[in-house]
């Protein structure tokens, strides 16, 4: 766990120094808030897949504190109502907390120039019903990393057209306590700025 952390703090490190060389972004106390659709592929325990769906959505704020940096607060919910062989329901709820980068854009800046991202969150996730087994009703840490595209659409609003994360937690499977899932996300994003 240690150089997992010594490795995190070493990416976000150099990710600061190639932001700072970066174009114009939003400025000091700007920020947004997004409202997202989330499909999760997971799976119940490794080696055979023991895969499913689960669909939810999310709310996210992000605060820029530098040109190209946020801050990002983000709570969501996923449910599956039949899970595979035993076909009980999974809720999962994530609190998750991190930064953001704005990726310098490379096309011609306009109005309606798609901004992409990539974000690191970490927190914890709540499981609950019949396919968390032993982690039923229990917290674990979570973490997503991942990014996504927004398209705006006007000066305060823009779809979020694509957001593609490694979604981490590490309930308790009686085998490994740890689950990889993919989270798809789509929805709508509302801009706001101080300077406006």
């Keep these: 766990m240690r150089t997992r952390s010594i490795a995190l703090a070493g990416v976000l490190l150099l990710g600061a120094a190639i932001g700072a060389l970066g174009q114009a972004a939003p400025g000091f106390g700007s920020g947004d808030v997004a409202l997202t659709y989330h499909w999760v592929r997971s799976n119940t325990q490794p080696g055979d897949c023991g895969c499913f769906d689960l669909n939810g959505g999310g709310i996210s704020v992000a605060w820029y504190f530098r040109p190209r940096w946020a801050g990002v607060v983000e709570v969501g919910g996923e449910y599956a109502?039949?899970?595979p062989s035993t076909r009980n329901s999974l809720t999962?709820?994530?609190y998750l907390a991190g930064a953001r980068y704005?990726?310098?854009q490379p096309?011609?800046?306009g109005p309606h120039t798609p901004?992409?991202?990539?974000?690191?969150?970490?927190g914890a996730a709540h499981s609950g019903g019949g396919i968390a087994g032993a982690a039923d009703e229990t917290m674990a840490f979570a973490t997503r990393m991942g990014g996504g595209i927004d398209v705006p659409v006007s000066s305060r609003f823009?779809?979020?057209?694509?957001?593609?994360?490694y979604d981490l937690t590490k309930f308790v499977n009686s085998t490994n306590d740890h689950q990889n899932n993919l989270l798809l996300a789509a929805g709508i994003v509302?801009?706001?700025?101080r300077e406006k």
């Excluded at 823009?158 to 994360?165: E, S």
């Excluded at 509302?190 to 700025?193: G, K, Q």
Aim: without cysteine.
């Design 158 to 165: 823009a779809i979020r057209l694509a957001q593609i994360d």
């Design 115 to 122: 901004q992409i991202f990539a974000q690191v969150l970490l």
């Design 107 to 109: 096309w011609r800046p």
């Design 92 to 94: 999962l709820i994530s």
């Design 102 to 104: 704005l990726v310098p």
């Design 190 to 193: 509302f801009h706001w700025s």
């Design 81 to 83: 109502g039949s899970g």
